[in-house]
């Protein structure tokens, strides 16, 4: 049998052209300048309508080079809005689109002959080193990146809350007044759970707002989720002429399983790999912390520890994370979770910020969960949820 790379050699090959996929992609094509990169992705535009976002301080100066290309806005602070609590933040905040991305990836490898962008074609086959395409060819490769996104394992398993959500970028008649993103407006509704409205100022006319849901169940409903943003547009005094565009997710947060794979070749990457951050789904920190390491050791070597070791590294935040979901999930009533965000951001900034990241120490996880619990927290919220999920559980069994 001919050697995998003989099909078609290739050093690396990623299939997705989502972050995670795009990040590695790019990785490759800046710091290994000699290798031979192939990106597969199905759709023939951007992957999804989405918009991703971080902290200045999520960005290793290693990575600047491949991600700075991308960043199509920056922001010098952001706010947050809660009940007791109005806070603005001084760190950094950026941004870019899936549509940008692809347009960045498309640029960068049309200047690389010895590259490939495979756009419209599915892979109907992932293998160690092998990549099988919906045409019938076979990519060969010393590295295989799985960055097809789907659920993650703990996403199944029942024990997890959701983060659901919707965003629209609004076109204006006039100008906003909004002086920098609000990452959290949870001056809302909290009857269903903890529930916040994200605003980023793209433009002097041109704003995404987003209806955001820490929910127990994942059903969403875009209907009703577009006219609260709406209407929220009405409350902040946006002038809206029209949408541009419409994004909407649903992700988990998990409070018991959930992993980091580490398991290969080929690389699992991104949320099928397990690689995001229990309570947030934020994904940027790890997506480029991931992207480094494939081009920093040899194909031969990472899944020989390196990879385990960033996992390691990962593995006690992340705990810390999945408790904290079990606690806002299972020990407060939906209308009172929001109590709990409000006592994070009276947190030190930096501990903020490392929470974020993934790389909260010791002390931070303790001056997180540490002191007197945050309003709302109730016994009796921990019976209802136990209740719940006894009945989530013989509705599984009965179907």
């Not at 703990?154 to 629209?168: I, P």
Request: with cysteine.
């Amino acid at each position: 049998m001919s050697d995998p790379a003989d099909l078609h050699p290739f050093d690396c090959v990623v299939v997705g052209g989502g972050l995670q996929g795009a990040l590695v992609a790019l990785a490759w094509l800046e710091r290994r300048p000699t290798a031979r990169v192939a990106l597969v992705e199905r759709e023939r535009g951007a992957p999804l309508e989405r918009t991703w976002s971080f902290h200045g301080e999520d960005l290793p100066a290693a990575a600047r080079g491949f991600v700075e290309p991308l960043i199509e806005h920056r922001w010098s602070g952001y706010e947050v809005r809660f009940e007791n609590l109005r806070r603005t933040l001084s760190s950094e905040y950026l941004g870019f689109t899936s549509r940008h991305a692809s347009a960045v990836l498309q640029q960068r490898f049309a200047a690389r002959a010895d590259c490939a962008l495979f756009v419209g074609r599915r892979a109907i086959r992932i293998e160690a080193q092998r990549v099988v395409l919906d045409d019938g060819r076979t990519l060969g490769a010393r590295l295989v990146v799985d960055a097809t996104g789907g659920a993650p394992r703990t996403a199944r398993n029942g024990a997890c809350g959701y983060q659901k959500f919707l965003g629209l970028e609004l076109e204006l008649a006039r100008d906003h007044a909004l002086q920098r993103p609000i990452l959290m407006d949870a001056c809302v509704d909290q009857a269903q759970g903890y529930r916040f409205f994200y605003a980023l100022p793209f433009g002097p006319r041109r704003v995404l707002l987003e209806d955001t849901r820490f929910a127990d169940t994942p059903e969403l409903e875009r209907d009703e989720l577009r006219a609260e943003v709406l209407r929220y547009a009405e409350e902040l005094g946006l002038a809206v002429s029209g949408i541009a565009r419409e994004e909407h997710g649903v992700l988990p947060m998990p409070w018991s399983e959930h992993r980091f794979e580490t398991a290969g070749p080929p690389l699992r990457a991104g949320y099928r790999g397990g690689w995001f951050h229990p309570a947030t789904g934020y994904s940027f920190p790890l997506a480029v912390r991931l992207a480094l390491l494939s081009t920093e050791v040899e194909p031969e070597q990472l899944f020989q520890g390196p990879l385990r070791q960033l996992a390691r590294a990962l593995e006690a935040p992340a705990r810390h994370a999945r408790a904290l979901n079990r606690l806002l999930f299972r020990w407060f009533e939906p209308r009172d979770r929001a109590h709990v965000f409000e006592r994070f951001y009276r947190l030190p900034e930096p501990t903020i910020l490392r929470f974020y990241a993934l790389r909260a120490t010791f002390l931070d996880r303790a001056r997180v969960l540490g002191g007197r619990p945050p309003r709302g927290f109730s016994l009796r919220a921990r019976w209802r949820a136990s209740e719940r999920a006894r009945g989530a559980a013989r509705e599984v069994a009965h179907a």
